[in-house]
């Protein structure tokens, strides 16, 4: 709020978002077909991560065509490689930006901003900062966070951990070792950035997925896809912050095509809904039975707050199957 005069000036938060070679221009179509959700057009800037060249398992290129060689994306780690050649790093010193909050763009329930996550790593002066959550159980695919033996924070990626490691109690607290999850919401302070990104040019390291691979001839063989992930220069990082939240209400990730036991768009549909339900219940307010759920507007509420004037003492949702709040 302003006083004694003083006038408020509208603040614009820079959007930042990451494409591939292959989803570039339908992302860009997109959000011009949309006007931009509402927002400046200048506060959106797009820039577009590596390919790869995809390998048989003996090192040979796989040809998509008999022209053309197959490519996949660099992986979630190309985000520091992109942003330095894109020049969209430089661009953010030249704002005058202090931090980044970095989210993956399939968890339904990502906290975009959220004020106590960026409060709580600014004010600790921390480089790098991570929201986590207790794994749901030991199989779950997720990377886990470490230290090394030199005590840096370390992320191990799910595939490349032990089966019998993942899955080891401590008997000291009765949990998993290996306990917190990476959730990929993580917050960089610029510096850190930039260095992270200095240090990845000079030693990049790759990590390896086994793959059906498109070939010429229409159908696919087996091969390699090699990737960088986002957490490859998170060693490098002295002041660490990890920040553990509610999963129900930060994470429902769509990893799996609908039908799949878990991580599809229907259960994060489910999630989302059923957030929605909680924040009316938290207002005051009542969701009928019959009613699957509430979907509330980020331009209503940003995290159920404000809705008690809307909702207390009141049924939401009869005779709708999913009752909105817009």
Known sequence: AAGG????????????IMTSPFTHQDTVNFFERHSYFGLDH???????????????????????????????????????????????????????????????????????????????????????????????YPEEKVGVFARD???????????ELDPAKASAINPATGKLYYNWSNICMHYFSLPWLAAAAEHLAAAAAYHIAQ??????????????????????PFGTADKTTLFEVARE???????????????????????????????????????????GGVEVSPLVSYAGEGLENIVAGKVIGQGQSVAQII
């Open 249 to 291: 209400d930060h994470f429902a990730p769509v990893k799996n095509a609908s039908g799949s036991p878990a991580d599809t768009p229907d259960t994060a549909r489910a999630a989302l809904l059923a957030q929605g339900a909680r924040w009316v219940a938290a207002a005051g307010g009542q969701v009928a039975a019959t009613c």
């Open 149 to 159: 033996s030199q005590g840096q924070l370390q992320v191990l990626e799910y595939s």
């Open 5 to 16: 005069g003083s006038s408020v000036q509208p603040v614009l938060v820079p959007w930042f």
């Open 42 to 136: 200048k506060q959106v800037t797009f820039f577009q991560q590596g390919f790869m060249t995809c390998l048989t398992p003996d090192g040979k290129v796989i040809m998509e065509t008999p022209y053309t060689v197959a490519k996949n994306p660099d992986g979630n780690g190309g985000l520091y490689r992109a942003l330095q050649s894109s020049g969209t790093l430089t661009k953010m010193h030249q704002m005058g930006l202090e931090a980044l909050d970095v989210y993956s763009v399939d968890n339904i329930l990502a906290r975009v901003a959220d004020p106590e996550w960026i409060g709580c790593c600014y004010s600790r002066g921390s480089e790098l900062g991570s929201k986590v959550l207790a794994k749901a």
């Open 211 to 232: 793959k059906q691979i498109p070939s010429t001839g229409g159908g696919k063989v087996s091969g390699v896809k090699l990737e960088m992930f986002i957490f490859d």
